[in-house]
């Protein structure tokens, strides 16, 4: 196979494990308040293992290029992986404290794990590529909220509580699906020795023979270590990660809302009768067209001679258009509701 050929299998490797990993994690993150609400004597809140899981991601983007640097890319996916199939499997037999540790985890373990992909990505990638191994990534990532929502409207439909049965039934599921996810990372191969990457670039030293000895190995480890940490912390400093900042925690606020919020005020307005908890998976599901609309029309739109500015306006209008139906349509008290629901209508019928 041509270099060209195996980059792009790689690259389609990728994609298939991240979709059955995201597959099941958010399908778990859409649901997990709804479930938590069912649970007997389970004080712990879903909203605050986002905010754990979200802020630990956050802080630990600084060291996670160092890990990255040090245990290489393929290890790093796998292993963050599995912190990822652990939170999910902690629902089976949920409890507080384990709960909040694998929140603690999965935080750390998404730094490492988007760190990876992008290291995976550029490394299998030219500039003429780039484009085109980014939107198939995406596009193959983004499928993994159709699958797993698509389950959870036909498995909770109809259903006005979440029993112990269907709660383990559901996560066992998902953790398998994420586990093998995790171990399509290892069909990703390595360029060889003879051969220059995509990129032009030979993956970190590490994974090359070397006849130093362990001494000086490991000080190259810890320079490479020292060296990746520093960028970061020149980048994040920098004049475009500045402006870039408020929107990109904009997109996260987005993203808490749509992932965890939204999903549970939908299961939680029983105007939407015996069909709320089912649609929490429709919701999820019709998010996922959207996204795969929404990537497939802005990379087109993306490509003519406006340049950006009338993609990223046209993306806010249509996000201020959302909210607002989103206001009339649910009800205030919809986020914080017992398990039995809420009654109450906000200024329009749901439907």
Not at 230 to 248: D, F, G
Request: with cysteine; glycine share 10%; aromatic share 12%.
């Amino acid at each position: 196979m041509t270099p060209e050929g195996k980059a792009l299998s790689n690259i389609v490797i990728l994609g298939f494990g991240f979709m059955l990993m995201f597959t099941a994690f958010q399908t778990c993150g859409n649901i997990e308040q709804t479930v938590i609400k069912s649970l007997n004597n389970f004080t712990a809140s879903g909203y605050t293992s986002m905010s754990i899981i979200y802020g630990v991601f956050s802080a630990s983007n600084l060291v996670a290029p160092s890990v990255v640097a040090v245990v290489g890319p393929q290890l790093s996916m796998f292993f963050s992986g599995l912190l990822y199939s652990a939170y999910i499997a902690m629902f089976i037999q949920p409890r507080v404290w384990s709960f909040y540790t694998a929140s603690v985890l999965v935080g750390f373990g998404a730094a490492v794990l988007w760190t990876a992909e992008g290291n995976v990505l550029a490394i299998n990638s030219t500039d003429t590529t780039i484009g085109r191994n980014s939107g198939l990534f995406w596009a193959l990532q983004q499928f993994s909220l159709l699958f797993g929502n698509l389950y959870i409207y036909l498995a909770w439909q109809g259903h006005d509580h979440i029993s112990e049965k269907d709660r383990q039934t559901v996560f066992i599921s998902l953790t398998v699906i994420s586990l093998i996810g995790c171990f399509l990372f290892f069909l990703i191969r390595k360029s060889d020795p003879s051969e220059p990457t995509p990129s032009e670039t030979s993956e970190a030293p590490l994974h090359t023979e070397s006849t130093d000895d362990s001494v000086s190995v490991s000080g190259s480890l810890c320079t490479q270590a020292l060296d990746a940490f520093v960028k970061a912390c020149k980048l994040s400093v920098s004049k475009e990660m500045m402006l870039l900042s408020l929107p990109i925690m904009y997109t996260g606020l987005e993203l808490t809302f749509y992932s965890g919020v939204y999903g549970t005020c939908i299961g939680a307005m029983t105007r939407f009768g015996h069909n709320a908890k089912g649609l929490i998976g429709m919701s999820g599901l019709l998010i996922g067209v959207g996204e795969i609309l929404g990537g497939g029309v802005f990379g087109i739109l993306n490509n003519n001679r406006l340049g950006r500015n009338p993609v990223v306006l046209l993306g806010l209008l249509i996000h201020y258009l959302a909210f607002y139906l989103i206001f009339l349509n649910i009800a205030p008290d919809a986020p914080q509701a017992p398990e039995e629901g809420t009654d109450l209508q906000a200024y329009m019928t749901p439907k």
